[in-house]
């Protein structure tokens, strides 16, 4: 029997004041994403902002359905739109802003399982790693080096190769 441990390191900011440019540029994005977010059930409201090796930033944002199934998060939003519009650039970060009506996000509110598991197949696609850097409200912004940093024993396509 063998046992594995798993370790992974992340960044945390105190402000967006110690954030280089670009990274406070794209977190911007998101959180002006945010602010249109569809979400009537929740009132929860995610913005996404992925950047591409291009330079553009491509945004989304939840979009919630009285269908509750039928809704879909910010980040796959986002992310799904980069790949339907440069489907061969590469993604180099992702930011995320998460707010809710009811009260304070004062932390920041890591992607679900399922975006995850969207981005990781981008990561895998492009062959190089995707930061993700996230934020609430207000507080912290924390900064991950890679999507399979925080999706460990991820399953993907190598699964599925026979050859
Ligand atoms: N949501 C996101 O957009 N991203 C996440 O990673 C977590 C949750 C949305 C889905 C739903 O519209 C609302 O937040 C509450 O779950």
Do not use: W
């Not at 945010?34 to 939840?62: H, M, T």
């Not at 930011?95 to 992607?111: F, K, L, M, N, T």
């Not at 996230?134 to 699964?159: K, T």
Request: aromatic letters at 8%; one cysteine or more.
């Amino acid at each position: 029997m063998k046992k594995h441990h798993i370790q992974f390191e992340f960044t945390e900011c105190s402000s967006t004041a110690e954030l280089a440019a670009p990274d406070k540029r794209l977190l911007e994005a998101a959180i002006k994403a945010r602010k249109n977010a569809y979400a009537p059930y929740s009132g929860f409201k995610v913005g996404a902002a992925v950047l591409l090796e291009n330079g553009e930033i491509v945004v989304g944002n939840n979009q919630e359905n009285a269908s509750y199934p039928a809704g879909l998060c910010a980040e796959r939003v986002a992310i799904f739109q980069a790949g339907a519009i440069y489907p061969n650039v590469a993604v180099l970060s992702v930011a995320i802003s998460a707010a809710a009506e009811a009260h304070v996000v004062d932390r920041p509110a890591g992607p679900c399982g399922s975006c995850r598991q969207a981005m990781m197949e981008y990561e895998q696609k492009q062959n190089s790693p995707i930061r993700l850097l996230m934020q609430g409200e207000e507080g912290p912004i924390y900064i991950c080096n890679a999507i399979a940093d925080i999706l460990p024993l991820a399953f993907g396509n190598s699964f599925l190769d026979n050859s």
